[in-house]
């Protein structure tokens, strides 16, 4: 047998932006570290980053066809927008009636071609593939049955549309148990015109039974979720794997110099927040932080600075409440200056699966107040990294916070146990170990699989006869 290293191919619908797209590139890079040889595929490729290849759009040769899908992917790397809707969408079911068609009747769209030649973008061909985020329009998901049939396929969820009719999370329906249909709203995120949501569920149904699937899920929330859908009859082997972050990063460091740094007033007594848009973010509350942070203001005469890092916008002073809008940050390190120079982090949400931004500000010593929804109350250990309070309630989010502000030993002891506490279960060493543990646990199941399959199935299979190195 030859020593040769792992080969793996993940597959997300980005490589940088958003929660899920961060770890699926922080771990592709750590792959290549430990010399695994690695790719991520992805639907945009803006950058020449290793490792790094764009999924095809493979358009009709018609010219006006061509034009926009032009206008598509525009769309998409720049994020086109009028008002709440995306122009990227648009500009597709313009382009291509089938998509308009899809559209019109609340079906979800899988009519992607360039799906089938993920195997093809890569120099050899990998022993396992690694697919992540399947949503926002550029995954045929029909070739689930195709290529979990070819190699070991692995899913990671990071929210539940896979097991939904429509939506990425469902809050209080559970008709996703059942079959979907009479959707009580089919605006959540990917919203669909019309209520197709059966007909959606009953056909990701079909596609879930003639594949093989492995399943990992950062929160045993999420993977009780999916142990009870329509994954479960696909699903060969299953794990819990904590996200993880750089600590090398995001890491204690001395406050003072942290907000000299950022220009922050060294007296301030200061509250952060770190996600994406927040004010149109239909996962988080910030309407409950807000009203949390004017709270604690009204009963305090000191100084109250609210940095808010994810959204543009205005500032706004009211008394002595100063709230600072901060567009997102690329650069990691001054993310983490953020998490460093602040007394408390808040994280307020409707739904949420397991917030990397809550890991980020635990491994830089913050307390953290969040609502007990999601995967959350595994990511904190409720009066000794932080503090769990019901979903909306901003009278017990202030509670805490003035707690925290009043009584400085606490807010110490809280921030010396969050930055242990990360340090020990959610670095980025620990949850690549884990994959690498559980690729070559599938890849011995993998090669026993000719044990139960028919021979006429085993046409297509590929079989491990090999050693790993890396």
Not at 100 to 105: A, F, T
Not at 126 to 137: A, T
Not at 170 to 177: A, G, I, L, P, Q
Not at 219 to 229: I, Y
Request: aromatic share 12%; glycine share 6%; hydrophobic share 40%.
């Amino acid at each position: 047998m030859v020593e040769r290293p792992l080969r793996i191919l993940q597959v997300n619908h980005l490589h940088k932006e958003g929660g899920a797209a961060q770890v699926s590139w922080i771990f592709h890079q750590a792959l290549l570290r430990r010399s695994v040889d690695a790719w991520l595929a992805v639907p945009h490729r803006e950058s020449q980053y290793t490792g790094l290849v764009e999924i095809p759009d493979v358009s009709s040769r018609k010219p006006y066809r061509k034009v926009f899908t032009y206008l598509t992917n525009q769309a998409q790397k720049r994020n086109w927008h009028i008002g709440s809707k995306t122009l990227a969408g648009l500009f597709r079911r313009i382009g291509d009636p089938r998509h308009y068609w899809n559209y019109y009747w609340g079906r979800e769209d899988f009519n992607f071609p360039g799906t089938w030649q993920i195997l093809n973008l890569i120099p050899r061909f990998p022993d396992l593939i690694h697919l992540h985020n399947l949503h926002k329009d550029y995954f045929d998901l029909r070739y689930l049955q195709e290529v979990s049939w070819r190699l070991p396929t692995v899913l990671t969820l990071h929210d539940a549309w896979l097991l939904s009719g429509h939506c990425a999370h469902s809050f209080e329906c559970e008709r996703w148990k059942t079959g979907c249909g009479m959707c009580p709203d089919l605006t959540i995120y990917p919203e669909i015109k019309r209520d197709a949501t059966a007909y959606n569920w009953k056909r990701k149904q079909n596609i879930y039974e003639k594949s093989l699937l492995y399943l990992a899920c950062p929160s045993q929330w999420l993977m009780n979720k999916a142990e009870a859908s329509i994954l479960k009859p696909s699903l060969q082997i299953s794990r819990v794997i904590p996200n993880g972050i750089d600590l090398s990063i995001y890491k204690p460091a001395d406050q003072k110099l942290a907000r000299a740094a950022l220009d922050l007033p060294q007296d301030a007594r200061i509250v952060l927040a770190v996600g994406n848009s927040f004010k149109n973010n239909p996962w988080k509350d910030y309407s409950a932080m807000e009203a949390a942070v004017r709270l604690v203001g009204i009963e305090n005469d000191k100084k109250l600075l609210f940095l808010v890092v994810g959204q543009g916008s205005s500032n706004e002073v009211n008394n002595n409440i100063e709230t600072r809008f901060i567009p997102a940050q690329n650069d990691p390190g001054r993310v983490a200056l953020y998490y460093q120079s602040t007394d408390i982090y808040i994280h307020a949400a409707r739904a949420d699966t397991f917030p990397t931004t809550v890991l980020e500000a635990l491994a830089c010593g913050c307390p953290v107040i969040a609502t007990r929804v999601g995967g959350i109350p595994e990511q904190i250990l409720d009066g000794e990294t932080g503090f769990l309070v019901p979903p909306g309630d901003a009278v017990a989010l202030s509670s805490y916070i003035k707690l925290l502000f009043d009584d400085k030993d606490l807010r110490d002891r809280l921030a010396f146990n969050a930055a242990e506490y990360a340090e020990r279960n959610f670095s980025l060493d620990k949850m690549v170990d884990a994959y690498l543990a559980y690729y070559n646990e599938i890849l011995q199941h993998w090669s026993g699989i000719t044990k139960t399959i028919p021979g006429s199935a085993k046409r297509h299979l590929r079989l491990p006869n090999y050693n790993f190195s890396g």
